[in-house]
């Protein structure tokens, strides 16, 4: 039996591990593959030499460069409907807060989800998936939280473990039972909250739907008391857990993610820098979400030189939502998180890959290139890796391997 499946030769490398180069460079190398792993990183010439010897399927890179399959950590991947009217209100002067004050918002939504079928919510979540895949997403992370009933939460995460069986990429799956009060429980929020960290938060784990809780932690939402029950529920579950953090305002939401181990923090637009120190100490990674900063045309962006400063690692992630951000490409949101937020292009894929995995607590498996890590590549036709975040619009893609396999031949 070959010690190699694959011998990819002729590439330059963004490993994306930490220390040494920029991005992990290894130029003019070589990587090879075992099955759904990386078995050996060299140089092209070390690679040529070993390709002679063996029984080996020797593939040219063309010079393209390798980087980590991209990871999109958060997004709100299947739901029914969308938010096109609540886009033209906001443009006429709106806020977000108001239109869902007024019953609109993520409530629109969870009307939409819930009268869908299965099938539509899988044909509209797929449409967007293959567009993160085009880019080079390997692993993407779904929150439910448009169900907010327990067959309807069910429903979305069945659709999210589906999506990840049924297409080449691989699929996290966050139970964010405390998204918004339906309106059913509006006499009894306390209620509700019980019901999403007892009974359903269990029966949802059982069935294997969940890898991790999420709540929305704003004044608009649910409080910081309500957060900590889910997150209290979920470490007794043995379940990692993420906070819609400081979005909006600042409540102290970071605080308590960090309190409480959460994997990551996200948004956090609103952030103090005791919830940066708070968040450093935990190893709570801050998940950016630039175009949904963007699309509520918000004016205070996330204090990235303090989130630096108190040495929190970094992820960016589209948000893919229907009302605050309906972006289904990842390059943009790394050029946003670059352009908005000023990140460097090197920290925007840092964020993609090493760190996105970390905010999803996959980072033994994917996120950087490595022997012994999932064979999740991308192939770029790009000179430099800064053009990943430097352009609008522009997908140079050129090939995407998952688990070892590639998806399509190279373009
Ligand atoms: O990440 N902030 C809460 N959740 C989503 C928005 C959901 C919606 O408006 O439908 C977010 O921005
Ligand atoms: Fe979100």
Same mark, same amino acid.
């Given at each position: &039996?070959?010690?190699?499946?694959?011998?990819w030769?002729g590439a330059h490398?963004?490993?994306?591990?930490?220390?040494?180069?920029?991005?992990?460079?290894?130029?003019?190398?070589?990587?090879?593959?075992?099955?759904?792993?990386?078995?050996?990183?060299?140089?092209?010439?070390?690679?040529?030499?070993?390709?002679?010897?063996?029984?080996?399927?020797?593939?040219d890179a063309q010079g393209l460069w390798i980087?980590?399959?991209?990871?999109?950590?958060?997004?709100?991947?299947?739901?029914?409907?969308?938010?096109?009217?609540?886009?033209?209100?906001?443009?006429?002067?709106?806020?977000?807060?108001?239109?869902?004050?007024?019953?609109?918002?993520?409530?629109?939504?969870?009307?939409?989800?819930?009268?869908?079928?299965?099938?539509?919510?899988?044909?509209?979540?797929?449409?967007?998936?293959?567009?993160?895949?085009?880019?080079?997403?390997?692993?993407?992370?779904?929150?439910?939280?448009?169900?907010?009933?327990?067959?309807?939460?069910? #429903?979305?995460?069945?659709?999210?473990?589906?999506?990840?069986?049924?297409?080449?990429?691989?699929?996290?799956?966050?139970?964010?039972?405390?998204?918004?009060?339906?309106?059913?429980?509006?006499?009894?929020?306390?209620?509700?909250?019980? #019901?999403?960290?007892?009974?359903?938060?269990?029966?949802?784990?059982?069935?294997?739907?969940?890898?991790?809780?999420?709540?929305?932690?704003?004044?608009?939402?649910?409080?910081?008391?309500?957060?900590?029950?889910?997150?209290?529920?979920?470490?007794?579950?043995?379940?990692?857990?993420?906070?819609?953090?400081?979005?909006?305002?600042?409540?102290?939401?970071?605080?308590?993610?960090?309190?409480?181990?959460?994997?990551?923090?996200?948004?956090?637009?609103?952030?103090?820098?005791?919830?940066?120190?708070?968040?450093?100490?935990?190893?709570?990674?801050?998940?950016?979400?630039?175009?949904?900063?963007?699309?509520? #045309?918000?004016?205070?962006?996330?204090?990235?030189?303090?989130?630096?400063?108190?040495?929190?690692?970094?992820?960016?992630?589209?948000?893919?939502?229907?009302?605050?951000?309906?972006?289904?490409?990842?390059?943009?949101?790394?050029? &946003?998180?670059?352009?908005?937020?000023?990140?460097?292009?090197?920290?925007?894929?840092?964020?993609?890959? #090493?760190?996105?995995?970390?905010?999803?607590?996959?980072?033994?498996?994917?996120?950087?290139?490595?022997?012994? &890590?999932?064979?999740?590549?991308a192939f770029w036709r790009i000179?430099?890796?800064?053009?990943?975040?430097?352009?609008?619009?522009?997908?140079p893609?050129a090939g995407? &391997?998952?688990?070892?396999?590639?998806?399509?031949?190279l373009?």
């Amino acid at each position: &039996m070959n010690e190699w499946d694959q011998l990819w030769i002729g590439a330059h490398i963004a490993t994306m591990s930490l220390g040494g180069s920029a991005y992990g460079e290894l130029s003019d190398a070589a990587v090879a593959i075992k099955g759904e792993r990386i078995a050996w990183l060299g140089t092209a010439a070390e690679g040529q030499r070993h390709a002679a010897a063996d029984d080996i399927d020797v593939r040219d890179a063309q010079g393209l460069w390798i980087t980590p399959g991209l990871i999109d950590c958060h997004t709100h991947l299947v739901y029914g409907g969308n938010r096109v009217a609540e886009f033209e209100q906001r443009l006429c002067g709106v806020s977000y807060e108001d239109i869902a004050r007024a019953g609109g918002g993520i409530q629109s939504t969870v009307r939409a989800t819930r009268t869908a079928t299965s099938t539509e919510l899988h044909q509209s979540a797929l449409v967007r998936l293959r567009r993160l895949m085009a880019e080079g997403v390997t692993t993407v992370e779904i929150k439910s939280g448009y169900g907010l009933e327990l067959s309807a939460e069910r #429903r979305l995460l069945e659709v999210a473990r589906d999506l990840g069986e049924r297409s080449p990429v691989s699929v996290r799956k966050t139970f964010l039972g405390l998204h918004s009060l339906p309106p059913e429980f509006a006499a009894d929020r306390r209620e509700f909250v019980n #019901r999403v960290c007892g009974p359903w938060l269990k029966a949802l784990t059982a069935e294997g739907l969940v890898d991790a809780v999420d709540a929305f932690c704003e004044n608009i939402a649910f409080s910081l008391e309500e957060t900590q029950q889910l997150l209290e529920a979920a470490k007794s579950l043995g379940l990692a857990a993420h906070v819609h953090a400081g979005q909006l305002s600042d409540m102290g939401a970071a605080e308590l993610a960090s309190k409480w181990g959460a994997l990551s923090a996200d948004h956090l637009e609103f952030l103090s820098a005791s919830g940066a120190r708070a968040l450093a100490a935990a190893g709570t990674i801050a998940v950016l979400l630039p175009a949904a900063y963007f699309t509520l #045309r918000q004016t205070t962006p996330p204090p990235v030189a303090l989130l630096r400063e108190a040495g929190v690692p970094l992820a960016v992630a589209t948000d893919c939502n229907p009302g605050t951000s309906p972006c289904s490409s990842i390059l943009t949101a790394m050029n &946003m998180a670059c352009t908005l937020f000023g990140l460097t292009p090197e920290e925007a894929l840092s964020g993609t890959t #090493r760190n996105a995995a970390r905010a999803l607590g996959i980072q033994n498996e994917v996120g950087t290139i490595a022997v012994g &890590m999932r064979a999740d590549l991308a192939f770029w036709r790009i000179e430099q890796p800064a053009e990943l975040s430097y352009g609008l619009g522009a997908n140079p893609c050129a090939g995407v &391997m998952h688990r070892g396999t590639m998806r399509a031949e190279l373009i």
